[in-house]
């Protein structure tokens, strides 16, 4: 029985021991507010929230650009068309028939792309590439006068450093 407890304890001990990501983002966060604050002295912890896993955005794939390149070239001559058809002096009246009966197709395929799109983004699995937080501070700014500061902070998947920092502070 008393081996049982030893162990219990030493598993337990050890368990206590390893620091959460959530301990592991701030320690980093923290590091990094030693440096660019005005009054480390005054640095008052407020907030953070749960880490939050993010994942690679299917616009910024290869396919998702392409989409995106197709909507901008229909959407681009259907702008073209739309303003130019009150013109027949300059482009001729068979012209301007011809962009008048365009803009109905290029509307059905520009919608017919965007369909295609939002389907592939549905089937779309991101790639897990980090985490993110946002953290809430108090402290001196270089006035003396107390601030809050807010920021997003992303990390790397090992949360070993910060990747990007979006401040929500004006």
Known sequence: MKKIILMACAILSLCSCSQTNEEKAKAIIEENLQKTMKDWSSYEFVEMTPLDSIFTLFVDTKEGKEYNHKRDSIMKIRA??????????????????????????????????????????????????????????????????????????????????ITDEISLTK
């Open 80 to 161: 073209e068309y739309d303003s130019n058809i009150d013109f027949p002096d300059i482009y001729g009246n068979k012209r301007v028939k011809e962009m008048r009966d365009s803009l109905p197709i290029l509307k059905q395929m520009e919608d017919d792309i965007m369909k295609e799109a939002v389907l592939a983004e549905k089937a779309y699995k991101g790639e897990f590439i980090g985490y993110r937080t946002k953290f809430t501070y108090r402290g001196n700014n270089s006035y003396g006068a107390k601030i809050i500061g807010k920021s997003w902070y992303f990390f790397d998947k090992d949360i070993t450093k």
